[in-house]
């Protein structure tokens, strides 16, 4: 890694919708910069990008972003190529918060598909300055002004900096509008004659395009009908780093079409790290918080965008350095935690590969092993008069499983194993559903959850199987009793049990829990038993009559009851209490709570009409339809027991479009013949299991 300043380091990364071809224009660009020596391929499982067994195995998709920092013309870039399929792109969308800038890939057949708008949207969001390329212009259909032309639907005024010479299997290369040059594969050459007025048109609309965007260059292209060279480039690197202009290039990765001007735009159009807009500190009170500036010389301030467990160094933390200087064997401090650590060697990462190497400064993205407390999204400082950025947001998963270890005796190996990939993979959730017993890992989507299971066997040697999870319900009571009577009588021939107590019941509430109140007088149960009582009602409610659920809402009144000087003990009382309450939720008309979740949709407004009405067979009540960017939101409150396979149903009624995000709200009663077939459902599975 060269040691080059913080004006020549680069950092970006490459996006869009799985499949258009990320990986292999990563290749491309690290065979042209002489990264590597020969062109890696993702269909032969050569690709030094798309390096994890996951990944080569199925030849296609990109489940984890990858680093290759790499040196060319006297700059030092970092790549990160990331997943574009919707199961793994929020792995994606947290790197770009660390990250300067990013190249979009477009299908020059298909233009503009579901992932690229929301990579883009997810760039913009972070700060990301773009550019785009449309790659597969060696393809049949390929149309590059028609992939130019629904750009502009995205909002991102695209500004052509090529030409495609040739289309299809005729395609050999590309005009390169501000150097006014043709490059193919083989190099540079002179512009097609037949190409020279379309290229002068095209570069008249460029020029014009940069003029729009400064009132300076404005003025003189109105009075002079030109601008030089030097004006039209800086003014396009201030349209790109404004996010006013997306410069659109064009080829084909895996012909190394159009790679060249690419390589070039990447160091002369991509901000540096003293370009980017200003990292901010954690907010104090009122104020946005402090500038962070590029300094190699200031306090040490980090960004970790990702971890990864390597075979060999265990786990690494990768971070972008946002200002000062790190070196191995150096004192810092987990900014978001307080944590003190230490770090080992830095590596520079390549693909699955990784070099020592000496420092690293402002852009530059480095790993270090074995930083136990430090997780994705946090920040890291120096100990001492260090500064803290914000933790970056992570992506909540949408789908759960209930995990279970295939072979029994492994289940502490399973969620050992678990909690490291959790660690890696900070979308990834594992709870456990107390009331169903069931372990629930939870993730982006069905692949999601699969691919897991496969790296749990890859790395750690250890199966599981994956339900559908049960829903966790509750029941509670729907009328007040008085007065029920709970009793153990045990005589042995030697020292008895006895224990009476008389309880009354009622309703809270939803979502108030359990209340306990004594309202024992005269000593009809000693005052040191009538914590007995309580613990047996607490026992009573760990499983329905109805059901076998845990019961809430429930307040249990000790009125009276009886007790005998040699007989009566804490367990004589405590299962009294447990016999009482039993009693008494059989004689309160006991019904069954559903867990009810805030659900959000996004979606093109094409699709609202079919969404609203989906959410509505699904028993949910749609609250609100707002606008929001390109997309509208619908908000609802849907069972749980509707939405556990929802994702399927939203990627077909939007056509991939939609995302959705959902969490607990709260218990709402189960409508009776909803609730007949649960319990019927509950007592054929006891019935089978006895």
């Not at 040196?71 to 997943?83: C, F, G, I, Q």
């Not at 020029?207 to 400064?214: F, K, Q, T």
């Not at 030109?226 to 039209?232: A, I």
């Not at 001007?261 to 807009?277: C, I, K, N, V, Y």
Request: proline share 6%; hydrophobic share 40%; glycine share 12%.
């Amino acid at each position: 890694m060269k040691n080059v300043s913080v004006e020549n380091t680069r950092n970006f990364a490459l996006i869009g919708h799985s499949g258009d071809g990320k990986t292999s224009l990563g290749e491309a660009l690290l065979f042209r910069a002489g990264a590597t020596r020969e062109l890696g391929k993702v269909d032969d499982g050569s690709s030094v990008l798309n390096f994890l067994p996951e990944e080569k195995d199925r030849h296609t998709a990109t489940v984890s972003s990858s680093v290759y920092g790499f040196d060319w013309n006297d700059h030092h870039a970092t790549l990160l190529d990331t997943p574009g399929d919707p199961n793994f792109n929020a792995d994606g969308r947290v790197v770009l918060q660390g990250l300067d800038g990013a190249v979009l890939l477009v299908s020059a057949v298909d233009g503009p598909k579901v992932g690229t708008e929301k990579m883009l949207r997810a760039a913009r969001g972070s700060g990301a300055a773009c550019l785009a390329f449309v790659n597969g212009l060696d393809q049949e259909r390929a149309d590059f002004a028609a992939a130019v032309e629904a750009l502009r639907k995205l909002d991102a005024n695209p500004v052509p900096l090529c030409l495609p010479i040739g289309a299809g299997e005729g395609l050999s290369g590309v005009v390169d509008l501000l150097a006014n040059k043709a490059f193919t594969a083989d190099g540079e050459a002179e512009v097609p004659a037949e190409l020279a007025d379309e290229a002068s048109a095209a570069r008249q609309r460029l020029v014009e395009s940069v003029a729009e965007c400064d009132d300076t260059l404005l003025e003189k292209y109105l009075e002079e009908g030109d601008l030089s060279e030097e004006e039209v480039r800086q003014g396009l690197v201030a349209g790109v780093h404004g996010g006013q202009l997306l410069p659109v290039l064009c080829g084909a990765a895996t012909r190394l079409v159009g790679v060249d001007p690419l390589l070039r735009g990447l160091t002369e159009l991509l901000p540096s790290p003293a370009d980017r807009p200003p990292f901010r500190t954690v907010p104090e009170g009122e104020t946005e918080g402090a500038e962070v500036a590029p300094d190699p010389t200031g306090p040490f301030t980090a960004r970790v965008i990702k971890t990864m467990i390597d075979r060999y160094a265990g786990t690494l933390s990768i971070f972008r350095v946002v200002s000062g200087t790190i070196r191995p064997e150096t004192p810092i401090l987990n900014a978001t935690t307080g944590q003190k650590e230490r770090t080992g060697k830095l590596l520079a990462m390549r693909g699955g590969d990784h070099e020592d190497v000496p420092e690293a400064g402002p852009g530059d993205v480095v790993a270090v092993a074995k930083l136990k407390g430090v997780h994705t999204g946090q920040a890291l400082t120096q100990e001492k008069g260090g500064l803290q950025l914000p933790e970056i947001p992570i992506p909540q998963g949408v789908l759960s499983y209930a995990i279970s270890a295939k072979s029994k005796g492994d289940e502490d190996k399973v969620y050992a194993s678990l909690g490291r990939l959790v660690e890696e993979d900070p979308t990834l959730h594992l709870g456990r559903e107390a009331s169903t017993g069931e372990f629930l890992l939870t993730g982006m989507g069905e692949l999601h959850i699969r691919t897991t299971a496969h790296k749990l066997k890859r790395l750690f040697d250890v199966e599981v199987e994956l339900k559908t999870p049960k829903v966790p319900y509750r029941e509670t009571i729907t009328r007040k009793v008085e007065n029920v009577e709970g009793k153990l009588k045990k005589q042995t021939g030697g020292k008895g049990m006895f224990g009476v107590c008389y309880l009354s019941l009622e309703p809270l509430p939803r979502g108030t829990g359990y209340e306990f109140s004594d309202e024992i007088v005269g000593g009809a149960i000693p005052r040191g038993l009538i914590p007995a009582v309580d613990k047996g009602c607490l026992e009573g409610m760990q499983h329905g009559p109805l059901t076998g659920y845990p019961v809430v809402d429930v307040k249990v009144r000790c009125i009276d009851g009886k007790f005998h000087a040699v007989d009566s003990n804490e367990m004589a009382f405590k299962l009294a209490g447990s016999f009482g309450f039993k009693a008494a939720m059989e004689q309160a008309r006991p019904t069954l709570l559903e867990p009810m979740m805030n659900v959000e949709v996004s979606c093109p407004d094409e699709s609202v009409g079919d969404i609203m009405g989906d959410l509505s067979s699904r028993r949910g009540r749609v609250q609100a339809s707002e606008a929001a960017g390109s997309n509208q939101v619908v908000r609802a409150l849907v069972p749980m027991s509707e939405m556990l396979e929802y994702a399927s149903t939203l990627t077909s009624l939007t056509g991939g479009k939609g995302d959705f995000h959902m969490e607990f709200s709260h218990y709402d009663e189960v409508p009776s013949a909803v609730r007949d077939k649960i319990i019927a459902e509950a007592k054929a599975a006891e019935a089978q299991g006895s």
